[in-house]
């Protein structure tokens, strides 16, 4: 069984640039939800994906959005980065779109905005 | 608003005593909760949720509609379980979303 993987683990950009994040769900898993986990919180949740559908979103600006592909991988896209954007970013798998399942978390990417 | 809080950030006990980690939430409708535990080094995963009513690892917690409570107990703490603890709550409305409480930081002290 794969794991949930996410690429790349550590990412530096600057302020006003774009970035993808990359997350690869666990075998079987056709959803895939995103978390921003800020150093000394928990993960704040960005939206999930189910079958290339958004289909839940937080409260997060039109700025992150993201995509799922018919193999249930998923990017997050941040598009003009702020300084507060610098986190953890998760991803987590499920097999079932109504979140009450066991979530699969990857490892997560770094990103830091300078 | 719906709203995870947990009070500490850091709990020290020693190996041997009982733990209580607490977390209380703010949610007009039936909750769902969830403990997650992330151990040194390793990924974020579900420790327990409050529907299967189960005990993992020897933690238990129960869900207190009156107190809106969902604290996670062990009766005997091991080395083991040091790690970071998150409370998350299942929140439904045309969509399901989960809220993680900010967390507490266990550390059992031999």
């Known amino acids: 069984e794969t794991g949930v993987t996410q690429s790349p683990t550590h990412l530096i950009k600057t302020r006003g640039q774009q970035v993808t994040l990359r997350c690869s769900s666990q075998?079987?898993?056709?959803?895939v939800s995103w978390y921003q986990q800020a150093l000394g919180q928990g993960p704040q949740f960005i939206f999930q994906?189910?079958?290339?559908?958004?289909?839940g979103r937080g409260n997060f600006p039109p700025r992150f959005s993201g995509l799922q592909f018919p193999n249930y991988s998923s990017e997050l896209n941040v598009n003009a980065l702020e300084l507060d954007d610098s986190a953890l970013y998760l991803c987590?798998?499920?097999?079932?779109?109504?979140?009450?399942?066991?979530?699969?978390f990857g490892s997560g990417t770094q990103l830091s905005v300078l | 608003a719906q709203r995870v809080t947990q009070p500490e950030k850091l709990l020290s006990v020693f190996k041997g005593a009982p733990v209580e980690l607490k977390c209380n939430y703010s949610y007009s409708g039936s909750p769902e909760l969830f403990w997650y535990v992330q151990y040194s080094r390793q990924r974020l995963q579900l420790l327990l949720r409050h529907i299967s009513r189960e005990s993992i690892k020897g933690f238990t917690a129960d869900l207190n509609k009156g107190e809106t409570s969902f604290h996670l107990k062990k009766p005997f703490a091991q080395e083991e379980d040091s790690a970071m603890y998150y409370c998350a709550l299942l929140y439904r409305t045309s969509y399901d979303k989960v809220i993680f409480g900010p967390g507490t930081s266990l550390s059992v002290i031999p």
């Open positions: 075998s079987g898993h056709n959803t």
């Open positions: 994906y189910y079958r290339e559908e958004e289909n």
């Open positions: 987590a798998s499920s097999s079932n779109r109504a979140l009450n399942e066991k979530l699969f």
